[in-house]
């Protein structure tokens, strides 16, 4: 009998550990499906910041009130004024928590993010003269 006993109680302290571990896994699950959601969300509103940057930079400049942030510079003084205008137009017109979750708390962190997804779409913008 005694042992039925310590059988139920070892039983007992097993399935709790298991259905510890479920919660455990569906926690980490939600935060994953978040951190995927986030990311698809500001990517998406980027890569319509750098279409709308690549047909007309300087409608995009007006658009904002913060002035722009400083980034280090490139070789060409066009592409810098964009990828300046995109990253500024990303740090005001994005939710500051989507930025937060996927790490983009500064103009650089942004601007290497926008520079990936540049990478991405640039075959698909139309070639400017």
Do not use: C, H, W
Not at 5 to 15: D, G, R, V
Not at 54 to 72: G, I, M, Y
């Amino acid at each position: 009998m005694e042992q039925i006993i310590n059988y139920i109680n070892q039983s007992k302290e097993l399935i709790a550990a298991v259905v510890a571990l479920i919660l455990i896994v569906i926690a980490a699950y939600k935060q994953i499906v978040a951190q995927i959601n986030a990311k698809t969300e500001v990517t998406n509103q980027v890569k319509g910041l750098i279409v709308d940057a690549d047909e007309n930079v300087s409608a995009l400049k007006e658009t904002l009130v913060l002035p722009l942030p400083t980034l280090p510079l490139l070789r060409d003084a066009k592409a810098d004024e964009k990828r300046t205008v995109v990253v500024g137009a990303v740090m005001e017109k994005v939710k500051p928590n989507l930025l937060k979750k996927l790490g983009l708390t500064d103009p650089a962190k942004v601007a290497s993010f926008v520079a990936n997804i540049y990478q991405g779409i640039k075959v698909f913008l139309p070639k400017r003269k």
